[in-house]
């Protein structure tokens, strides 16, 4: 899992913001992957 960080989660981080919904999002399927 560490190995394997997806872009979209670090883009959500750095729009934490703006992109908070979002992060959660790419977050459950993140883990899901």
């Known amino acids: ?3 394997s960080r997806p ?3 670090r883009v959500s ?3 934490n ?3 908070n919904e979002r992060y959660e999002c ?3 399927a ?3 992957v």
Request: no cysteine; net charge negative.
């Open 26 to 28: 790419t977050f459950a």
């Open 1 to 3: 899992i560490e190995t």
């Open 30 to 32: 993140y883990l899901e």
């Open 17 to 19: 913001d703006d992109s």
């Open 13 to 15: 981080f750095d729009h």
């Open 7 to 9: 872009r979209q989660i």
